[in-house]
T-cell receptor
Framework: AQSVSQHNHHVILSEAASLELGCNYS??????LFWYVQYPGQHLQLLLK??????LVKGIKGFEAEFIKSKFSFNLRKPSVQWSDTAEYFC?????????????FGGGTRLMVKP | GAVVSQHPSRVICKSGTSVKIECRSL??????MFWYRQFPKQSLMLMAT?????????EQGVEKDKFLINHASLTLSTLTVTSAHPEDSSFYIC??????????????FGPGTRLTVT
């Protein structure tokens, strides 16, 4: 079974600082990778996703993530964060071909951006 | 597009009663819907996968007789928490896959339902 780990549980940054959130997964086969964001009081929204092709994927709101297959990683980055990026971020993995096409979520990283 | 709604958004019930939560895909047809549970400050835990017209597949440790799932149409799935207990208090979130984009494995999430059992 696949598992997902997010190393940073809480991150506090000042506006304009650069962001990198780690995500590692354990699964030997082909995967689809996602980053979701949950703003305070709102539902989960997709930030970006990787299925195949260019391992550097760009998402909404200036976020990007890089799939490094050899490291089983899919880290999320943003060059300059804003106060409005304060939210919880979840990495999720779908192992290709699993029967239910289920997503396995990481534990989440709570980001606070100070104005 | 790809909007998923849940009703109710919040519900308080007494111990021993049953509560039904609805999950609807508003502008697409969902052959598969998923039910998650999220504890405070924790991640989402998949409870079950619901396929239209067939029985739900429950994850290990989830009591199927306690958490009844029905996916009677391509736009509606319901989760019924039977004989609720205080430990069932949680945030329940559903998601749905659009059958037109099923190959992308993307899920669209509802806003969640906060259940409090007193």
């Amino acid at each position: 079974a696949q598992s997902v780990s997010q190393h940073n549980h809480h991150v506090i940054l000042s506006e304009a600082a650069s962001l990198e959130l780690g995500c590692n997964y354990s699964y030997g086969g082909t995967v689809n990778l996602f980053w979701y964001v949950q703003y305070p009081g709102q539902h989960l929204q997709l930030l970006l996703k990787y299925f195949s092709g260019d391992p550097l994927v760009k998402g909404i709101k200036g976020f990007e993530a890089e799939f490094i297959k050899s490291k089983f990683s899919f880290n999320l980055r943003k060059p300059s964060v804003q106060w409005s990026d304060t939210a919880e971020y979840f990495c999720a993995v779908n192992a290709r071909g699993n029967a239910g096409n289920m997503l396995t979520f990481g534990g989440g990283t709570r980001l606070m951006v100070k104005p | 597009g790809a909007v998923v709604s849940q009703h109710p958004s919040r519900v308080i019930c007494k111990s021993g009663t049953s509560v039904k939560i609805e999950c609807r895909s508003l502008d697409f047809q969902a052959t598969t819907m998923f039910w998650y549970r999220q504890f405070p400050k924790q991640s989402l835990m998949l409870m079950a996968t619901s396929n239209e017209g067939s029985k739900a597949t429950y994850e290990q440790g989830v009591e199927k007789d306690k958490f009844l799932i029905n996916h009677a149409s391509l736009t509606l799935s319901t989760l019924t928490v039977t004989s609720a207990h205080p430990e069932d208090s949680s945030f329940y979130i559903c998601s749905a896959r659009d059958f037109r984009t099923a190959s992308t494995y993307e899920q669209y999430f509802g806003p969640g339902t906060r259940l409090t059992v007193t």
